[in-house]
């Protein structure tokens, strides 16, 4: 079935420096990719999103590389701020039968000044 | 502000019982999708409407029920509950029927504590 597998759980870096995030997934029917961003008891929102057509897409200091042959795709923060401490949530969407978004567990990073 | 209401906010009850959490979507979105996110763990999708109609299921309960109405707003529906139940469950909003159209907009969550 569908499943998104998210590594690592948890990550932890020095302000300035980047952070990686990886996801793999199962099925190669996959067409969407979005990264979710929860700051501690606030709701998910979302903070870029990446298509099956695109290798890679960046947004000031994050982006997202996909590489369908190997079905995986990562985050990338860089010159990383305080700010950017959060659970990071990549997700995955099927276009086939009762399509459906499925999260990854989520990877809690840790910004230390 | 993501435009999405969720109500109550915490909720305490005992096993056994059932409760109802509510969500009201953004101004002209069509599909509400109901999340469960428990301690540590990822966001485990359970059901999608559309314009008052089941779209997609995930591994929701058979104790656990949803229903959109005509006004968009949606309830679900938790009974016999169990202490595994405890989670904080969220409400997601989106105009498209789909799930890969855009960005689903997530209320702030109702946490439910079953002891």
């Known amino acids: 079935g569908e499943n998104v597998e998210q590594h690592p759980s948890t990550l932890s870096v020095q302000e300035g420096d980047s952070a990686v995030i990886k996801c793999t997934y199962s099925d190669s029917a996959s067409n969407y990719f979005p990264w979710y961003k929860q700051e501690l008891g606030k709701r998910p929102q979302l903070i870029i999103d990446i298509r099956s057509n695109v290798g890679e897409k960046k947004d000031q200091r994050i982006a997202v590389t996909l590489n369908k042959t190997a079905k995986h795709f990562s985050l990338h923060i860089t010159e990383t701020q305080p700010e950017d401490s959060a659970v990071y949530f990549c997700a995955a969407s099927w276009d086939k039968g009762a399509q459906k978004l499925v999260f990854g567990q989520g990877t809690r990073l840790t910004i230390n000044p | 502000d993501s435009g999405v209401t969720q109500t109550p906010k915490h909720l305490i009850t005992a096993t056994g019982q059932r409760v109802t959490l509510r969500c009201s979507p953004r101004?002209?979105?069509?599909?509400v999708y109901w999340y469960q996110q428990s301690l540590d763990q990822g966001l485990q999708f359970l059901i999608q409407y559309y314009n008052g109609e089941e779209r997609a299921k995930g591994n929701i309960l058979e104790r656990f029920s949803a229903q959109q109405f005509p006004d968009l707003h949606s309830e679900l529906n938790l009974s016999s509950l169990e202490l595994g139940d405890s989670a904080l469950y969220f409400c997601a909003s989106s105009v498209a029927p789909r799930q890969d159209t855009g960005e689903l907009f997530f209320g702030e969550g109702s946490r439910l504590t079953v002891l």
């Open positions: 101004s002209g979105d069509l599909s």
